[in-house]
């Protein structure tokens, strides 16, 4: 009687628990943290010959038929006919301000200088930057030494196609009616844009 | 069982005739109730007390049903959690696990929910630039046997109610999210991969500086 009894008795309970038991739920959390530093990215760097972006640009004959600096108006056609390849470019900055520095060094040549000639051609070079919410631009004259001052602008760059321009005017020599001397003639503009807080 | 039924019934025989006691009757009543589901062989066969003939002995057959209740969890301290930190993962892109350990009796559900739907900066990022990090979830679960499962979606579609995730985004349930059909009692194996490439600046949209987050929540529900 006993044995049966306990027969039943272990049953009952299992017949209970053949009905499923209720899905239950139970959960983790995985927090994860990350961080984007400031910095500027050169997205379109143009055709540079050195550093993060650039390009080359000859200007050609520099002299005009009596021997002086061609008009500074032809010279800047002749700039720009660089080309887009060579004078834009496209940079995005992860801050919400913009840092600019421009430096134009002035076209020289190796010949030794007398009076009444020169070797050196100056000129004012612009940097036009897209921002949100409107152009900006920065310029110096290769005549200041050093060069141009740091200057913060307080937007983003835009981000359309691209949003650094550079052009060049006032092309001059030291005494208005130089003459220019013989030889190849090098110089540069110098960019830097930087991340601001 | 088998032995008690001879002494029952000869009792039986005895307290019949003998006249007999109520006590002896209702005795055997209860016997004989508590022995009619035992099989009708039991019901036809004569078993005799040792040295009052043969058989002595009877077989009885009880089938025994039970069954256990699924039980499904995480097994203790080895749930999906814990953090991790890249820092200017726009650069770097990263990858990380978060071993966990499931510990369910039967079939069972994972599913996920991300609480930014990306790496998240504070801020209105202007036109081109975003203040949201896009980063993909992958889910890798191992039972017993050998049957694995597998799913990615990205962060941007587990988004509690609005995520187009349907593999496992949302809370865990017998319905939802990504089932392995097998028991994983205590199987090491299973993890939460969170994942991403360095980022395509030049393609963007340009990620603002700043600090990143988000928040993933996992579920695990028995499916039955």
């Known amino acids: 009687m006993n044995k049966i009894l306990l027969i039943a008795l272990a049953t009952a309970p299992a017949l209970v628990m053949t009905t499923p038991a209720a899905a239950q739920s139970v959960s983790g959390v995985v927090d994860i943290t990350g961080s984007v530093g400031e910095k500027c990215i050169v997205t379109d760097d143009g055709t540079p010959t050195s550093g993060d972006f650039g390009g080359s640009v000859n200007l ?11 008009s500074s108006g032809d010279l800047e056609a002749a700039f720009l006919a660089a080309g887009t ?16 520095t421009v430096n134009a060094n002035e076209l020289t040549t190796g010949a030794t200088v007398s009076a009444g000639y020169a070797n050196t051609v100056h000129y004012n070079a612009s940097v036009q930057l897209a921002l949100v919410g409107g152009n900006q631009s920065l310029s110096n004259d290769s005549l200041l030494v050093p060069g141009g001052a740091e200057q913060t602008f307080t937007a983003r760059l835009a981000t359309g196609p691209t949003n650094v321009a ?7 020599t030291p005494g208005a009616d130089d003459v220019m001397l013989a030889g190849t003639y090098n110089g540069n503009i110098l960019i830097t844009i930087a991340p601001a807080s | 069982m088998r032995p008690l039924v001879a002494p029952i019934r000869r009792f039986c025989r005895i307290s019949s005739g003998r006249g007999g006691l109520v006590a002896g009757a209702l005795l055997c009543l209860l016997c004989a109730a508590a022995a009619v589901p035992l099989g009708s062989a039991a019901a036809q066969t004569t078993v005799y007390a040792p040295g009052d ?12 049903l039970a069954s256990v209740g699924g039980r499904c969890g995480f097994a203790e301290n080895q749930a999906p959690e814990g953090s991790f930190d ?6 770097t892109g990263f990858t990380e696990d978060f071993p966990f350990v499931l510990n369910c009796t039967g079939p069972s559900r994972v599913a996920v929910v991300s609480s930014n739907g990306g790496l998240k900066t504070a801020g209105t990022a ?5 203040v949201l990090a896009p980063y993909d ?17 990205p962060a941007s579609a587990l988004v509690a109610g609005t995520g187009s995730c349907a593999t496992f985004r949302g809370a865990a349930s017998a319905t939802q999210g990504l089932r392995i059909g097998a028991a994983s009692t205590n199987q090491t194996g299973s993890y939460l991969r969170v994942a991403a490439n360095p980022y395509d600046q030049a393609v963007g949209p340009t990620l603002v500086a700043g600090e ?11 499916s039955p």
Not at chain 1, 166 to 172: G, H, I, K, L, Q
Not at chain 2, 86 to 91: E, I, K, L, S
Request: proline fraction near 4%.
């Open chain 2, 212 to 222: 990143y987050a988000d928040t993933l929540t996992v579920t695990l529900s028995a």
């Open chain 1, 60 to 70: 050609g004959q520099l002299d005009d038929v009596d021997g002086t600096l061609k």
């Open chain 1, 85 to 100: 390849a060579n004078l834009t470019y496209r940079i995005v900055c992860t801050t919400p301000n913009t840092k600019l």
């Open chain 2, 86 to 91: 890249q820092r200017n993962f726009d650069v």
């Open chain 1, 166 to 172: 550079v052009t060049a005017n006032n092309f001059r």
């Open chain 2, 137 to 153: 979830v992958s889910l890798h679960l191992v039972s017993n046997t050998s049957e694995v499962a597998d799913a990615t979606c």
């Open chain 2, 126 to 130: 202007p036109a081109g630039y975003s």
């Open chain 2, 53 to 64: 003939g043969t058989p002595n002995q009877a077989n009885l057959s009880i089938d025994v």
